[in-house]
């Protein structure tokens, strides 16, 4: 199947590794190019290198919680390929800890980097996106039913989720998409912390994985050929949704 992804190109913020880079991986594949972004300047170097260099990747050093990270994004889109048909918008996850025991700090710069800097980023990308542009929020399971332990997650990511249908609703008679993508348990750095972090991180995975119904974690690359299709023009008529990536963890109909 085509999805028609040759000569496009995209940006991906939090894409030096993990599901950012996995889906990043799978549109070079495919024929489209890329900006990536990270708050790390070798690691975002390193990851543009692996991709191919700058003849199908370019990486720069950003921080979503900065309001100017965008505008830079898509020029530097702009500049290094001549175009931009989207973007996959991810930021790190915020600390872990129940809603009640985290501080005022964290839930303020949660608030700053997770949510506004996610939304100001979807806003900018969306304005310069020509029509059959597409959008994808990396957000959670977390959206649908919370997670044990990450309160700020379970308190921000559901108001991502009803922001990114009301952009959908403004920007689709544009012909421009916006979709939210619902990773759940996948090995990325933050879920093997997430699963150190118990102490027992071994136990941690089977006990994870005894609640989904593939019985395993997933691997970044089955989140990154979802994410790459949802992007690609073969999802045309798509949008407004979001779709877990998740095994099957996820229990609403």
Known sequence: MDLGLTDRVYVLTGASRGLG???????????????????????????????????????????????????????????????????????????PGNAAAVTDEQWRLSFETVFLGTIRAVRTVANALPEGGAIGLVLSTSARGPVPGLGISNGLRPGLVGAAKDIADDYGPRGVRVVGLLPGRIMTDRNRELFGATGDPERARAEAEAGIPLRRVGDPAEFGRVAAFVLSPAASYLTGITLPVDGGALRGL
Do not use: M, N, W
Request: proline share 7%.
């Open 21 to 95: 880079y996995a889906t990043a991986q799978c549109l070079v594949a495919d024929g489209a190019r890329v900006v990536l972004s990270a708050r790390d300047s070798d690691a975002v170097a390193a990851a543009a290198k692996q991709l191919g260099g700058p003849e199908h990747a370019v990486g720069l050093t950003g921080d979503l919680a900065d309001p100017e990270t965008p505008e830079q994004l898509v020029a530097a889109a702009q500049e290094h390929f001549g175009r931009l048909d989207g973007a996959l918008i991810s930021v790190g996850g915020p600390p």
